[in-house]
């Protein structure tokens, strides 16, 4: 027995790098798993959902044949007149962009040339990302980025028709500079709108950007995540929303297989690590560490010893950061290793395992971050993809948070004991 209490057996010369291999190499043999009650299936089409001919156009050829639930269903309110306010939940991975983006282009007026969308992300990288698929089925309507490091507009008034970008730069531009009229816009878009509004410093901007709207513009919030307290508050913001909201037990879909492995402190877990490297034959990974100061030791160590990761944390500037997620998503660099600044919304289809060096807590506290859990193993499984989650274990307090993730998730995280291989080939797919 170990001192969690798990069987041990004797070492077979079985590793981490076997199991990794093995599982990287099963998924190869799945397909989409969407079926019937999937969150990526609905029974619409997106000619059911009447949208602008060029705009339907578009989402075909962007290879969208048919809506994820989460898009048949709110679509048609998105899209209603008089236009409804929308709080709405759907897990990681199942087109949630597509949905706010569809709505954000029908809501715009052509012939209009000032802003009448803005959408906020809570980082630089998900607003250029959200940026890059708006403009892919913008069919004409103009897209400005309002995030550090773009140049300010060159006009004293914008005359793009949407601005995506992060609180802090979307307020100095409409309140501070008023290079743009908050009056005029129509639609409101929180994506993450639970972190959005419960972090503080994006709390309070939003706020601020939220006062100056009209009282007849259409507010719609997206997430996969929102607990009670940020609902209620969400409520307060949007007059009468039309809310769609998960079960807890959906909240975490099955095509993301969870596994724990137990590591004898921070320097097994770097061997975890080399191992796991080793393993990556098909697909990317990107490694969560809890601070920016661990992420940048773990790559140190990895690049000293002769393999290719590289590193995304907030202490780089934005040009650094974006050619990093660009050279990531080439795949150029299979190893991503980073902090929670990546953990929610970054979409790059091939990544097949995510490893939580740490397990996410809650700033200050030593308290399971539930939220951070979920978006963190959502940066894998994307769109009906299968997906592995490992969690590094290094003592009994990270065998709690593990616990708790399992009990509040509903969904068993396994033993990943390394040392013995029919245990591992025992492991379901
Ligand atoms: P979410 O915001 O819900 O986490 P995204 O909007 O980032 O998810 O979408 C996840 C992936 O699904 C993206 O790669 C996107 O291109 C793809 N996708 C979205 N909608 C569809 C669709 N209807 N059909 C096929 N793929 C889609
Ligand atoms: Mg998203």
């Known amino acids: 027995m170990d001192r969690f ?71 048609p309110l998105l899209l209603a007149d008089p236009p409804l306010n929308l709080v709405a939940q759907s897990q990681s991975g199942t087109g949630k962009t597509a949905a706010f983006v569809l709505a954000m282009l029908t809501r715009v007026n052509k012939k209009l040339n000032y802003p009448q969308v803005i959408c906020l992300c809570p980082t630089y990288e998900l607003a250029i990302q959200t940026g890059e ?23 004293a008034q914008i005359t793009e028709q949407i601005i995506i970008g992060t609180p802090g730069k979307v307020m100095d531009w409409g309140i501070k500079y008023k290079w743009f ?34 009282l007849s513009c259409q507010m719609i919030f997206f997430s996969a995540t929102y607990d009670d307290e940020v609902l209620d508050f969400v409520q307060y913001m949007v007059p009468n929303p039309k809310i769609i909201r998960l079960p807890r037990e959906q909240e975490c879909l099955d095509n993301i297989k969870q596994y724990y492995a137990l590591c004898r402190g921070e320097e097994s877990k770097y061997t975890a690590i080399q191992n796991i490297y080793g393993g990556i034959t098909i697909g990317q990974a990107i490694i969560f560490c809890n601070t920016r100061k661990c992420a940048a030791w773990l790559t140190r160590k990895l690049t000293k010893d002769g393999h ?93 948070l593990l616990r708790s993730f399992e009990a509040h998730f509903r969904k068993p995280i396994k033993l990943l004991n390394t040392n013995d291989s029919d245990e591992v080939h025992k492991l379901e797919h």
Do not use: W
């Not at 892919?136 to 140049?151: C, D, F, M, N, Q």
């Open 5 to 75: 209490g798990n069987k041990v057996t004797p070492a077979k010369n079985y590793t981490l790098i076997d199991f990794v291999k093995e599982k990287l190499n099963e998924l190869k043999n799945y397909d989409n798993i969407a079926n019937k009650d999937s969150p990526l299936v609905s029974i619409k089409n997106f000619e059911d959902i009447h949208m602008d001919a060029d705009l339907l156009k578009a989402v075909y050829a962007a290879g969208f044949n048919r809506p994820s639930k989460i898009q048949a269903n709110a679509l």
């Open 133 to 155: 698929i708006c403009t892919k089925l913008s069919a004409g309507i103009t897209v400005i980025y309002a995030v550090r490091g773009e140049p300010n507009p060159s006009v």
């Open 181 to 214: 009229d908050l009056s005029k816009i129509r639609v409101f878009v929180l994506d993450e709108a639970d972190t959005m509004v419960s972090t503080q410093g994006h709390h309070d901007r939003c706020i601020r950007i939220h006062r100056k709207l009209d």
């Open 308 to 400: 290719s990761v590289a590193v995304l944390s907030g202490e780089l500037n934005i040009v650094e950061r974006l050619s990093i997620l660009d050279r990531f998503r080439a795949g150029l660099e299979k190893v991503l290793v980073t902090t929670n600044v990546l953990s929610r919304g970054i979409d790059v289809t091939q990544v097949t395992l995510v490893v939580n060096f740490h397990m996410p807590i809650l700033h200050g506290d030593e308290k399971p971050d539930y939220d951070t859990y979920l978006h963190r193993i959502g940066r894998t499984g994307r769109f009906g993809k299968h997906g592995i989650a490992l969690n590094l274990v290094e003592n009994e307090n990270d065998m709690k």
